[in-house]
């Protein structure tokens, strides 16, 4: 008797785990202890490329060092979102990437050739999924110190540019 009483709390304390693992997996790319941020970087650029058929040239300075834990986290997260919001709304075909320290500053670019879009109006629909992943990018910016600006213009591509004091 008392074992049915049980398990309908057990599945759901079971699916509340999954869900926990799943969020603190995403938290944290494994990726980055497994082969540090630069080859964590190319992994994703190639694996996005590959599976949205987007040719995507880029550039990387050795970066592992310039970053701490945490920002490399983030400075991470950033990039990849850059490529998800490329491939779910550009339409572009081609994309280029640099990531490069001058001087005291890291300096990244996600530049492509899709169909742009009114970066205002995004940002105005707080609700909408774009306006979502642009506001996450630039907290993520801001709270690894660093500036946030993005340009679109219609049928002319979309340029990400992060800039990070060292």
Do not use: C, W
Request: aromatic residues 4%; charged residues 30%; hydrophobic residues 40%.
């Amino acid at each position: 008797e008392l074992d049915s009483d049980i398990s309908p709390i057990l599945s759901g304390v079971k699916e509340s785990i999954n869900e926990v693992r799943e969020i603190s997996y995403n938290l944290h790319p494994h990726l980055l202890d497994r082969l540090g941020l630069n080859k964590a970087l190319e992994s994703v650029i190639n694996k996005i490329s590959k599976a949205s058929g987007i040719k995507i040239e880029y550039e990387l300075d050795k970066v592992e060092k310039l970053l701490s834990a945490e920002a490399q986290i983030h400075f991470y997260r950033i990039i990849q979102e850059a490529l998800n919001n490329m491939v779910k709304h550009a339409r572009a075909t081609e994309a280029k990437i640099t990531i490069v320290k001058k001087r005291k500053r890291l300096v990244a670019t996600v530049r492509d050739n899709g169909r742009g879009f009114d970066v205002r109006a995004v940002i105005s629909r707080s609700n909408s999924k774009v306006g979502f992943g642009l506001a996450n990018m630039r907290e993520r910016v801001r709270l690894i110190g660093g500036k946030f600006s993005i340009k679109s213009k219609s049928d002319k591509g979309t340029e990400i540019k992060i800039t990070i004091l060292l």
